[in-house]
């Protein structure tokens, strides 16, 4: 693509015209930190967020764009194999003022509502203790999940009563499905540094990177390096950390600390309501036994994860018949058998092994079944 035009219609409001469609970024939140660092990030991140799909050779806007965040969005560029592009914006300068002090005490969470995210908060909550954790949900930055997560996520606060915040995002931008993290753990990290600013807190945890350089750009640990340059380049006392553990041994943790977290978490990838229907009446018929949480269409990649963690690690779920538990396998098998290529990322290690080590303690061969 050879060109792109994005404007700046009001201080939290981006306009793209874009290949097939208007596409647009709003943060609907009154509440929200409304100064001109917050607009800043809002503007040179959402730009990134909106180009990400099309990578186009030219990027036009009617706002500024920082010379380190030109630098950044070249950089997504370049992990895509892509020359850096060419920028038509306006002449002006930055003028950011002095920022408020921030404590290594205190932390915000990026926080979605599932297992990944519920474990951060666990463990922040440990180290920082519950009043120095503020949690951070972006409503409608994944559009297909938007209404589910929000009201998951409010559910856990009200329940589990941790600080919460949510910012309220318009977002028709075609940016979406495993593509989507070539920019959004950017915009969306972007998008909280004021609000860690405001809470005083000096870190902002989201969910861990990893190295290969196969990943979307913001996947890469190399990238959030990048990143947290730039913020230290402006001054800002803010930086973006990331912490890992293996899929399944999340699980294990909320269920040995905090188990009354799990049946709220919010982690299926079937958004449209009707086919979590068919997969759930699917499930209750087959396994009748094997009971899903309220969230789970039980058949996605997600749901399995969590699923297999609750007949290996959830004592409340020794109800389960033997027929039933084996059947859950069997399926499992057999899905693995179907999909081991497009989802080798979520299901090699971790839950592989404990796959086998369900089929076992349950009777079954994994080396046959795995064939």
């Known amino acids: 693509m050879k060109s792109l035009k994005v404007s700046l219609v009001d201080d939290f409001e981006l306009v793209m015209a874009g290949p097939k469609r208007r596409e647009r970024l709003l943060i609907r939140s009154i509440d929200y930190s409304r100064y001109f660092l917050s607009q800043f990030l809002f503007s ?26 030109q630098a950044l969005i070249g950089e997504m560029y370049r992990s895509c194999s892509q020359d850096v592009p060419e920028f038509s914006i306006p002449v ?16 915000v969470i990026a926080y979605s509502g599932g297992k990944d995210s519920m474990w951060n908060l666990w463990w922040a909550q440990e180290k920082y203790g519950k009043d120095n954790v503020l949690a951070v949900h972006i409503s409608g930055l994944n559009p297909g999940q ?48 004021p609000l860690a600013l405001d809470f005083g807190a000096s870190r ?20 959030f390096r990048f990143f947290n340059g ?36 919010c982690n299926c990838f079937t958004g449209a309501s009707h086919w979590k229907s068919f997969h759930r009446r699917y499930w209750a ?12 269409c039980g058949s996605c990649v997600k749901c399995r994860t969590i699923n297999l ?20 396998l069997l399926n499992t ?26 089929c076992r303690l349950f009777g079954l061969d994994p080396n046959r079944l795995l064939k």
């Open 309 to 328: 963690g609750r007949l290996l690690y959830d004592p409340a779920f020794s109800t389960v018949s033997r027929d039933d538990a084996r059947t859950f």
């Open 146 to 193: 938007g209404t589910t997560e929000y009201y998951y996520v409010r559910k856990q606060s009200q329940e589990f009563g941790f600080d919460l915040r949510i910012i309220d995002l318009l977002n028709s931008s075609r940016n979406g499905g495993y593509g989507v993290m070539r920019s959004r753990d950017m915009f969306l990290t972007g998008l909280l540094v």
């Open 44 to 69: 040179n991140l959402g730009l990134m967020h909106l180009v990400a799909p099309y990578l186009p050779k030219k990027i036009e806007t009617d706002f500024l764009v920082h010379p380190n965040f």
């Open 204 to 223: 902002i945890i989201t969910e861990g990177r990893i190295g290969n350089s196969q990943t979307p750009f913001t996947g890469q640990a190399e990238s």
């Open 285 to 296: 018929n087959l396994a009748p036994t094997f009971t899903l949480y309220e969230s789970q």
């Open 92 to 107: 002006g300068g930055f003028g950011f003022g002095s920022f408020p002090e921030t404590t290594l005490k205190k932390v």
């Open 333 to 358: 098998a057999r899905w693995i058998y179907r999909n081991r290529v497009r989802v080798a990322d979520m299901i090699q290690g971790s839950f592989l092994k404990e796959f086998e080590r369900a």
């Open 230 to 265: 730039l913020l230290k380049d402006l001054s800002i006392p803010v930086k973006v950390a990331w912490r890992y553990r293996k899929s399944m041994y999340t699980v294990k943790d909320l269920f040995v600390h905090r188990p009354s977290w799990l049946p709220l978490v």
